[in-house]
């Protein structure tokens, strides 16, 4: 199944002339990860606390592009100027699962909108990240299907933040949209399990000596 994930390669050599200026003025990786993560929860947060101004949820679209391009910067400053580390792969995986819970739980207190929805959603999320994460733990990769990876999400909650914020979308359509999002991380928790397991074994077959062919 396709994601938006895929397009990541050229959305990266975009940016990559603004990474080598913020390498030059001595920014980090791990900054850009802490940054995006805070901007994140304080948005969150301001939504949520005035969720009947309905337009402050038009910001969460403008943001979640931000949002993507601030996670794309912080994964090529680290491969492509040795900022690599341990504690980096710590935040970059926290972060993300915090930033999206923030973004994503304002739209429970939403008049007409079921919390539950939300909720089972934010939860999903955080458990497909894990299902990916999870890969080197069975001697896999850290596995990004989709069909509903994080920028999967942040494309669907931006088209969401910009439907309430223009009262272009109807409070009825965001249940069965968020039930049918919620269907998605499940078959995105499916396919990154199967896809970790299905690597794990390979891994674990030994290799089968090339057979010589004798010739009479």
């Not at 993300?96 to 207190?109: E, G």
Request: charged share 15%; with cysteine.
């Amino acid at each position: 199944m396709a994601s938006i994930y895929q397009l990541k390669p050229r959305f990266q050599a975009l940016l990559r002339p603004l990474v080598s200026n913020l390498h030059r003025r001595g920014v980090t990786a791990n900054q850009v990860t802490l940054a995006a993560a805070l901007i994140s929860v304080l948005l969150g947060a301001l939504v949520a606390w005035y969720a009947q101004q309905r337009w402050l949820f038009a910001l969460i679209p403008i943001w979640m592009f931000l949002r993507m391009a601030l996670n794309a910067i912080d994964g090529m400053l680290a491969r492509e100027f040795g900022q690599q580390s341990k504690l980096g792969a710590y935040l970059n995986e926290l972060c993300d699962v915090i930033a999206d819970a923030a973004l994503m739980l304002p739209f429970a207190l939403l008049l007409g909108v079921t919390p539950f929805w939300v909720v089972l959603v934010t939860l999903l999320a955080m458990v497909s990240e894990y299902a990916g994460v999870m890969g080197p733990l069975v001697g896999a990769s850290r596995h990004y299907q989709g069909p509903m990876g994080k920028s999967d999400r942040a494309f669907c909650f931006g088209v969401l933040g910009a439907g309430v914020g223009t009262s272009l979308l109807p409070p009825a359509w965001i249940d069965p949209l968020l039930m049918l999002i919620a269907a998605l991380l499940l078959w995105t928790i499916a396919n990154r399990v199967r896809a970790g397991l299905a690597e794990a074994r390979q891994a674990e077959q030994p290799e089968q000596p090339a057979q010589e062919h004798e010739h009479a």
